[in-house]
């Protein structure tokens, strides 16, 4: 199967400063990940995805990195704005069909 | 582009009921799947729909069962609820396999 982390539960940054949200996984197949941020009262939102054939994948002010070495997964957001507070989950598929395997999810919080 | 459309959002049943929820996916998904969010677990994947058919299962016993219909929206039951199926339950729909995942706002789901 897969198992998939979040190394911590929150983060605080200033507004304006990087984040980076890291996440650990347990299956060496795992082929696709996906990064997703959750509002309150809403459902999980995709931000961007990789595939393990890439190891690194920009988007706006979003950057994924993957180190398919040490399974492990970072989300950076360049210039933290307030509206990026939410709870963060990566998430992992292995296999066939489409099941991901989800973290625990961690909360950034931007301090103004 | 219509999102993943979900209803109801919020549903208080007792327990011994069941329960249907139902999923439009976005326009053009024909793979549709159902996760059980609560704050112990996590987001835990139930089933997966394509084209009609079931494709992948997770680790829940059989009271949780879906269908898909031929315009890709899908429903889930819950029969003979017990308190513990209290959760946000999320509909997810992607083009195909390995392909993003975009949710919906969840049915909130209490148990009486």
């Known amino acids: 199967g897969e198992s998939v982390g979040l190394h911590l539960p929150t983060l605080s940054v200033q507004e304006g400063d990087n984040s980076i949200i890291n996440c650990a996984y347990s299956?060496?197949?795992?082929?696709?990940f996906i990064w997703y941020k959750q509002e309150s009262g809403k459902g999980p939102q995709f931000i961007i995805d990789?595939?393990?054939?890439?190891d690194k994948r920009q988007g706006q002010r979003v950057t994924v990195l993957l180190n398919k070495t040490v399974k492990h997964l970072s989300l950076q957001i360049a210039a933290t704005q307030p509206g990026d507070s939410a709870v963060y989950f990566c998430a992992a598929l292995t296999g066939g069909g489409n099941k991901l395997t989800f973290g625990t999810g961690t909360q950034l919080k931007v301090e103004l | 582009k219509a999102g993943v459309t979900q209803t109801p959002r919020y549903l208080i049943k007792t327990r011994g009921q069941q329960v249907t929820l139902s999923c439009s996916p976005i326009s053009g998904h024909r793979s549709v799947s159902w996760y059980q969010q609560t704050p112990g677990q996590g987001l835990q994947f139930l089933f997966e729909?394509?084209?009609?058919?079931?494709?992948n299962k997770g680790n829940f016993p059989g009271r949780f069962s879906g269908r898909q219909f031929s315009n890709s929206r899908s429903e889930m039951n819950v029969s003979t609820l017990e308190l513990g199926d209290s959760a946000l339950y999320l509909c997810?729909?992607?083009?195909?396999?390995?392909?993003?995942?975009?949710f919906g706002d969840g049915t909130r789901l209490s148990i009486l």
């Open positions: 997810a729909s992607s083009l195909g396999q390995n392909q993003p995942q975009h």
């Open positions: 990789i595939r393990s054939n890439m």
């Open positions: 729909y394509f084209s009609e058919t079931q494709r």
């Open positions: 299956n060496s197949a795992s082929d696709y």
